[in-house]
């Protein structure tokens, strides 16, 4: 957790951008009766009833300290498709950047190593160079400043029946052109001595000599 919080406290270098990566399903439905429109004194209406299309993987990607998200919408979140996200950010998104340091949790797709299951070994070599990775511990992915920037889509964007993954790629390609101009940033207040105060019983117990 003090490592995390160390790298939160970092100032803003972009040549050694801060992002954070997490991932979140999205269960694609559609509606059987077709809904009704407000009307004047009416409110909408939507029947109980959906039919189910499938699901897809949203995966965030947040530098906090520069206001910037990317959403990359994706049919599963195999260690394949981590490998990939990885790619995008090294070669894509920070291609200029002389070092990505990376904020995931624990899960265990979220593993340099999976690099080498996806490329050949020079270039998962090269990939492996251009991040520093740091996890969030294990029940604490609240760490992980992108799981805040998901909740964030899901309210504002995601609330409601979406039946077609394009359709989904649409509403989130709109909600994060518009977060991003916005310059939404997070200044993150919760340092290393808010923790040795507020979460001391998961500190052990040192016993005294004496």
């Not at 029947?47 to 947040?62: I, P, S, V």
């Not at 998104?93 to 490329?119: C, G, M, P, R, W």
């Not at 991003?180 to 117990?205: C, G, H, M, S």
Request: aromatic share 8%; proline share 6%.
């Amino acid at each position: 957790m003090e490592d995390v919080l160390e790298v939160y406290t970092r100032p803003y270098d972009p040549k050694r951008p801060v992002v954070c990566v997490d991932e979140a399903s999205k269960q694609l439905v559609a509606d059987v009766t077709p809904p009704l429109a407000m009307q004047p004194g009416q409110p909408a209406r939507e029947d109980y009833e959906y039919e189910r299309c499938g699901t897809a993987n949203l995966f965030m990607q947040f530098e906090p300290l520069a206001g910037r998200r990317h959403v990359k919408v994706t049919e599963r979140r195999t260690s394949l498709d981590f490998a990939h996200v990885l790619r995008d950010l090294s070669d894509v998104h920070y291609a200029d950047a002389e070092k990505i340091v990376l904020v995931v949790d624990n899960l265990n797709t979220h593993k340099l190593s999976v690099l080498y299951q996806a490329f050949g070994p020079d270039e998962a070599r090269r990939l492996v160079e251009r991040f520093e990775i740091h996890y969030t511990p294990k029940h604490a992915s609240w760490l992980d400043m992108a799981e805040c920037e998901l909740s964030v889509l899901c309210r504002q964007c995601l609330d409601r029946r979406i039946d077609d993954r394009s359709l989904l790629e649409h509403e989130v390609r709109c909600w994060e052109e518009v977060r991003n101009a916005a310059e939404v940033y997070v200044d993150w207040q919760f340092r290393t001595p808010d923790a040795r105060i507020k979460l001391k019983r998961l500190y052990p117990v040192i016993a005294s000599l004496n």
